[in-house]
């Protein structure tokens, strides 16, 4: 199966879910036209509240559609946009994925992967046991964050269901994804 978009979503408030759109916008620098993250600096709050002026290198939340198979499976109400992303995927392990890696997505569109989205409590507030459900154990015993990726957009365009996605590694040495 190639890698391609299932489905978009966005809210221009802060809400932990966000509803789908057949299309979104992505704006170059910015993020998703008419979203709350939209912008050069940060806007998720508690990171807003700490440090305002700090780069946004969450313009972008991606998260692959089998994660939300495994979650239903194991009795979670989640669907695509639930979980506060903007771009579900199927076919692409994002969270393998090494930071700095690009994804081709439709016909113009570029996001950098930066980092991996660190689970929050209102993950729970939705739906208790859900945050523990995205969090798990990597084999050395780190912290494995299971709730997608987060990026920026290197180049704008517009995405939606059905868009196939391109991947494009970066230059070895890669390294791997941390929480931003």
């Given at each position: 199966?190639?890698?391609?978009?299932?489905?978009?979503?966005?809210?221009?408030?802060?809400?932990?879910?966000?509803?789908?759109?057949?299309?979104?916008?992505?704006?170059?620098?910015?993020?998703?036209?008419?979203?709350?993250?939209?912008?050069?600096?940060?806007?998720h709050?508690?990171?807003?509240?700490?440090?305002?002026?700090?780069?946004?290198?969450?313009?972008?939340?991606?998260?692959?559609?089998?994660?939300?198979?495994?979650?239903?499976?194991?009795?979670?109400?989640?669907?695509?946009?639930?979980?506060g992303?903007?771009?579900?995927?199927?076919?692409?392990?994002?969270?393998?994925?090494?930071?700095?890696?690009?994804?081709?997505?439709?016909?113009?569109?570029?996001?950098?992967?930066?980092?991996?989205?660190?689970?929050?409590?209102?993950?729970?507030?939705?739906?208790?046991?859900?945050?523990?459900?995205?969090?798990?154990?990597?084999?050395?015993?780190?912290?494995?964050?299971?709730?997608?990726?987060?990026?920026?957009?290197?180049?704008?365009?517009?995405?939606?269901?059905?868009?196939?996605?391109?991947?494009?590694?970066?230059?070895?040495?890669?390294?791997?994804?941390?929480?931003?």
């Amino acid at each position: 199966m190639n890698p391609m978009v299932t489905a978009v979503a966005l809210s221009a408030v802060h809400a932990f879910s966000k509803p789908v759109v057949p299309r979104i916008v992505l704006l170059k620098g910015l993020g998703v036209e008419g979203d709350a993250h939209l912008g050069v600096t940060v806007k998720h709050r508690s990171r807003v509240k700490a440090d305002p002026t700090q780069p946004n290198l969450r313009q972008v939340h991606l998260i692959q559609a089998e994660l939300h198979d495994e979650l239903q499976l194991a009795g979670f109400n989640v669907a695509e946009g639930t979980m506060g992303e903007n771009i579900t995927t199927r076919g692409i392990d994002l969270l393998a994925l090494p930071r700095g890696t690009r994804l081709r997505i439709g016909a113009d569109a570029v996001i950098e992967v930066t980092g991996l989205r660190n689970p929050c409590l209102q993950l729970d507030n939705y739906q208790k046991g859900l945050t523990a459900a995205v969090l798990g154990r990597n084999p050395d015993g780190s912290l494995l964050r299971r709730a997608g990726v987060m990026g920026i957009v290197l180049e704008g365009g517009a995405v939606g269901a059905g868009d196939l996605i391109r991947t494009e590694l970066p230059p070895l040495p890669h390294s791997p994804l941390e929480r931003v």
